[in-house]
């Protein structure tokens, strides 16, 4: 077993890098609540204010079209809610499109949807998880009213063309929404440039703390909140906001350098696939996609369990996933990878590998190696 942890699922949470662990823990002396009038109120709306502004910058927004949440699977549950709002305005039908590999969070909310009579369709992609345009145009309705289609696949690291989806949602008059959880910090967005209405981001996944989300709105006439209560986020989302969460989140955003992390995940995940492509059976799922993540590669040892991998790979030391996070406990085959027309033996066959900026090439050439010895093994059983 290897001496140290060699961590390798940076795509369902990230180590908390030093630095924005050093500003949580500053941040824990800012115990004020930031809607108290007095100094230490006006010191923890500050710090939150201060955040909003780093993300606003990063993002090109401005920071009125910024609230923080408790995580991305709640800012993205808060945009999809606002299709029942949009159903009981009128007796008019109401119809969303959302893709057919998108995170859980928003999956999972369809079903919820559907209970209120609201029509929802995915959206097909292909083996690389792209969305054929053609085929997105012929998916709309006279009364599709919102789109939400992920930026970043966290399982196969697929890409999308969200400034011409939006604009051919707009086109039809939908409001358009993108989860780039998986995105900030690894590619480089301006909403403007994409503009989109809502865009969800999480914290956890910038080596920041969990428990911190945010929501980008365009326009906040187009949104409900999601939480009733206190006026806070400007009434959007009630609850005393985690103002140690938040500075930590703003100090990971400031730190971002997109263009160091594409070169340094590119190359380790290079090295990975070329080590493994040696082998027989082995898929490099979605390889072809036009525009993927640096840091992912999702791949097929035919004949091998992946879930036996991964935990052989944990009993040296290796950690490593099958594939989302939110699925732990499930050896259910992954809905992505069956968007993409990967068989279902294969689906069963395949390990995420998520590399992120704490990791070196030393560490890589330990995971070729004791991959490829497992493997072996466990084809030989």
Known sequence: MNSK????DHNATTPVHSDVQASFVEALSVYGNASSLYQL???????????????????????????????????????LMQAIYLKRQSSDPVHIL???????????MTTYLKSFDIECDF????????????????????????????????????????QLLCEIAHEHAALF??????????????????????????????????????LYIKDETNVNPLLYGGHHERGLRASTENVPGII?????????????????????????????????????????????LTNTLNITFSGCSGYA???????????????????VGSIEPSHVLD????????????????????????EMHVVAKTVKEIVDRLRSC
């Open 5 to 8: 942890l060699i961590y390798c």
């Open 41 to 79: 109120g006006r010191q923890a709306k500050e710090a939150i204010e201060f955040s909003r502004q780093q993300l606003a910058d990063c993002l090109g927004a401005s920071v009125d079209q910024l609230i923080f949440t408790g995580s991305g699977t709640e800012a993205n549950n808060h945009v």
């Open 98 to 108: 959302v893709s057919s590999i998108e995170h859980s969070s928003v999956k999972e």
């Open 123 to 162: 959206i097909p992609v292909d083996d690389n998880g792209c969305i054929d345009i053609s085929v997105f145009k012929g998916l709309f309705k006279s009364y599709t009213r919102l789109v939400s289609v992920v930026l970043a696949n966290n399982e196969i690291g697929t890409i999308q063309d969200i």
């Open 177 to 214: 929404h993108t989860d780039a959880v998986q995105a900030l910090g690894k590619y480089h967005i301006d909403v403007n440039q994409l503009n989109v209405d809502f865009m969800s981001f999480s914290s956890h996944k910038l080596y920041a703390p969990k428990g911190v989300g945010a």
């Open 248 to 292: 930590a989140f703003g100090t990971a955003v400031s730190r971002i350098d997109v263009s160091y992390y594409q070169q340094h995940t590119e190359s380790l995940i290079e090295f990975l696939k070329q080590e493994f492509l040696v082998l027989d059976g082995v898929v490099v799922n979605a390889a072809n996609s036009p525009l993927r």
């Open 309 to 327: 991998l991964a935990m052989n790979c944990d009993l040296e030391g290796i950690a490593l996933s099958t594939g989302s996070a939110c699925s």
């Open 339 to 362: 968007a993409i027309g990967v068989s279902v033996d294969d689906n069963k066959s395949s390990i995420r590998f998520s590399v992120g900026l704490t990791n070196s090439i030393e």
